[in-house]
DNA sequence: GTTTGATTTGTAAGCGCTTACATAAGCACT
DNA sequence: AGTGCTTATGTAAGCGCTTACAAATCAAAC
């Protein structure tokens, strides 16, 4: 098969310039190493070539690919969405594309993924959460691969975390609970099988709970994945129950979404009959009715300071550093005091 | 800087399995091709040296990279989420990888994206919308890179569009609301300028004006970005105007949800005071209150859909056929009788 | 025990680029 | 004009893989 006009490669550059692959080269990743006669004719030729570097080639030969590699637990719902925006926009600023794929909670299908990305020349990873198993990270070590992890603040992994306190985080939404005078309270979590984040998220309100001289045991918990729906379902087998709570803590926003749908439909009204609050403060959070409180995520400043400490460790091939950042309160309509 | 283990090659292994590069290379590609002994020997090795295959290299001597690309408007909201997800998701079970990247609504960016992802090897484009400057058609066409449309269908196109009707899709609802009995229409519409899907719900709306004896260039409209605050001060300048309609017909769910919002901020009740409408049916509409009444689109279904028909253009390598798929108005809450 | 054809394996030539190194050119001084 | 710089360009060796082609092996038929 002729093609009629072929792709054109450096080569044809260099031809159509008359001057070296080096030198066509070096126009366009060194630009000051060549002088400015040179470098305009060389810049017509690809022009007029319409010529693209091959990405493959330049990848092998320089081994270096300008891309990080991100995998998310999913892509379902827009949790992760505002800081991976985030984090693509800095790593687009500074000349990185992102490769963005999703584990869907599986361990497995995340080590997978992990290897892909490698595969392809991924020069970073950014993941989220510290747990998993350690033939993960020694795999990640040998590959000499720089990795963050994000959505979480851990000091104990050698890998620098940029993220926040889940634990602490959930805590103080859960003294706020109770500080609203709640004293039967039950949660909606997400799976916390291969969640750590949703399990520090559960002990924050135990913790909160121990600390006001209530009996974490007490605690009715629902784990159900994460899910508008699934929320719906978790709220309504909560409500079912004999010792009926007044505030019900999600573990996410989604999760509290599906909640209100569902108390909406079962006529129970938010927060006069049932406090509810989230997890995230994600977009969705003020949208809907009543309005959600909530624990707000610096979203946006996660996914720059990822971005930025990743490709630091990148180019400087030096060891990262963590960052922590903070959560708060963000108080809206959905929770309020128990009806008497 | 000596490294302790370096990253294993195709060699390592073939000197480890004791065979040529090539065996190695047909274990791996072409498993039949190598009989069975030799081949456990290989895979053993493989699983050994903890080997992967290095994309780029790969890519490069097969001239296939098994990445498909696409490029959406948007990220920032949930719009092409669904559809994307479904894209994805057929395309792994073809073996293929998604990279995705976002053009925000700019031509010129699109252009660029698409000679990177061009760059970087994609078998296939996977296009949103089909107006675009011939230049990207002849550039694509010189490339030899199939490419489908989505989110449209016109039949004037060379590339094969996987998508449905914006026109008729709007024009259905647009009536629907006039038999509810309003006269007074707005509408709110995302900016048309690089967007034909956009435009063409405008004109979908039109002609329904004009279908029911009313006069199109009585529409109010506003053109705005995509986005729920600006959808929700497009509907509080709508209805600061003298003659106010009795029902906005909002060009996507997006802008609708913003609309929803300003409208109960402003203490109007939808749809007791003013009626509401969207587009897309995209998750959140069932989740805001009221419900929204808006226009269905197969996201799922379409997602699917373009991915067969790429991968079977790009392993074919033949021309593609275009798929329309059937939208429906999907009746909620949000629209209801004019006030009276 | 040959011969023949099919099957399995090896050899080696790229794929299109970057970059270390070698060479040439330019420039400011003597 | 010659010296010793610095700076610009060219030469060519890979990067790690696939694959056309050649060579070797094997089995069945004579």
Redesign the interface.
């Known amino acids: 098969m002729t093609?009629d006009?072929a792709?054109p490669t450096l080569d044809d550059v260099a031809k159509a310039a008359g001057v070296s692959t080096a030198t066509v080269s070096r126009c366009l990743n060194a630009p000051d190493r060549v002088v400015e006669s040179t470098r305009k004719r060389v810049l017509a030729a690809v022009e007029a070539l319409?010529y693209?570097?091959?990405?493959?080639?330049r990848?092998?030969a320089a081994k270096r690919?300008f891309t990080i590699g991100a995998i998310i637990p999913t892509?379902?719902?827009?949790i992760f969405?505002l800081g991976l925006?985030a984090f693509q926009e800095e790593l687009h600023a500074r000349g990185y594309?992102l490769?963005?794929?999703s584990s869907a909670y599986q361990a497995e299908l995340e080590k997978e993924q992990i290897?892909?990305l490698?595969?392809?020349?991924a020069d970073g990873l950014l993941l989220i959460g510290q747990e998993r198993d350690p033939s993960v990270y020694d795999?990640l070590k040998?590959?000499?691969v720089p990795t963050v992890l994000a959505w979480t603040y851990d000091t104990e992994t050698e890998h620098p975390c940029v993220g926040f306190d889940n634990h602490a985080g959930m805590a103080r939404l859960a003294n706020e609970v109770i500080a609203h005078g709640h004293r039967q309270i039950a949660m909606i979590s997400s799976t916390t099988h291969d969640n750590d984040r949703a399990r520090e998220r559960v002990e924050g309100v135990r913790s909160a709970l121990a600390e006001n001289g209530l009996n974490p045991e007490d605690l009715a918990l629902i784990e159900t994945p994460y899910g508008?729906d699934t929320g719906a379902d978790a709220f309504a087998q909560i409500i079912a129950q004999p010792s009926r709570p007044t505030a019900v803590i999600c573990g996410s926003d989604v999760l509290a979404?599906g909640a209100l749908?569902q108390a909406?439909e079962m006529g129970l009204r938010v927060p006069e009959d049932v406090s509810i609050t989230g997890f995230d403060d994600m977009?969705?959070a003020s949208?809907?009715?009543p309005a959600l409180t909530t624990v707000h995520v610096p979203h946006r400043q996660m996914g720059h300071a990822a971005a930025t400490e990743l490709v630091t460790m990148v180019e400087q091939t030096r060891a990262g550093q963590s960052t922590l950042l903070e959560t708060y309160v963000q108080k809206r309509d959905s929770l309020g005091a128990p009806p008497s």
């Open positions: 093609q006009r792709i319409d693209t570097p091959n990405f493959a080639a990848v092998m690919s892509m379902e719902n827009a969405a925006q594309t490769l963005v794929s290897r892909t490698i595969a392809r020349g795999y040998r590959q000499n508008i979404v749908r909406r977009e969705l949208i809907v009715f």
